[in-house]
């Protein structure tokens, strides 16, 4: 049961949430090297890009897993909000697994007209520092620039956060129903997501 979602999870997803870890690192270093905005404008793009990538990656999870439960995808995501804990907490995050569905239909769409999505357009994606003290302690990068999304209520969350809880919620929805996930651990954007 849950084949084709797990086989995505594994193959599609993880490996997905490497690339754009990765370039976020190769983003840090450049912006360390020459904090002139168009010294790491390409790397800039590229996190933008594998982060949108990554989204795509992870809203396909839904699509499986709806046609392998015989659920609606409103009831899966649904269900997966639920269980968006921080991985080293257990706090909730809420509307995080929404946040990366919202990052997916941008790139895909540009300019959204779903009200269930928390942005409006792919330039709610950004490439840029929050600030000290704004999204939760220890989340994403300690400073420097990173990819953000920008809520239409104006609130703005890393996806550094956002991305690991999202697939930390779906290793945890599938083993809940009865997924048979290969043996752990398993890290997402440096995170324990599975054991």
């Known amino acids: 049961m849950l084949e084709t979602t797990v086989d995505h999870l594994i193959q599609n997803v993880l490996p997905a949430g490497d690339d754009y870890f990765a370039v976020e690192d190769q983003l840090s270093r450049a912006f360390a090297a ?13 996190a933008k890009r594998r982060a949108a990538e990554f989204s795509i990656a992870i809203d396909g999870l839904t699509d499986r897993c709806a046609n392998e439960l015989g659920r609606t995808k409103t009831r899966i995501r649904s269900d ?53 003290g704004l999204d939760g302690w220890g989340v994403g990068k300690f400073g420097g620039i990173e990819v953000l999304v920008h809520e239409t209520n104006g609130d703005k969350f890393k996806f550094l956060g956002d991305a690991p809880v999202a697939v930390a919620a779906w290793f945890s929805f599938l083993r809940t129903n009865g997924a048979t996930l290969p043996a752990g651990p398993h890290s997402c954007c ?6």
């Open 34 to 46: 020459n904090d002139t905005p168009l010294a790491w404008e390409a790397e800039a793009r590229l």
């Open 80 to 132: 997966i909000s639920s269980v968006c804990l921080w991985p080293t907490s257990n706090s909730p995050r809420l509307g995080a697994h929404d946040r990366v569905r919202g990052v997916a239909n941008a790139y895909k769409h540009e300019d959204l007209t779903d009200p269930t999505l928390p942005i409006t357009s792919i330039d709610d994606v950004l490439v840029i520092g929050l600030g000290y």
């Open 190 to 195: 440096g995170l324990q997501v599975h054991v």
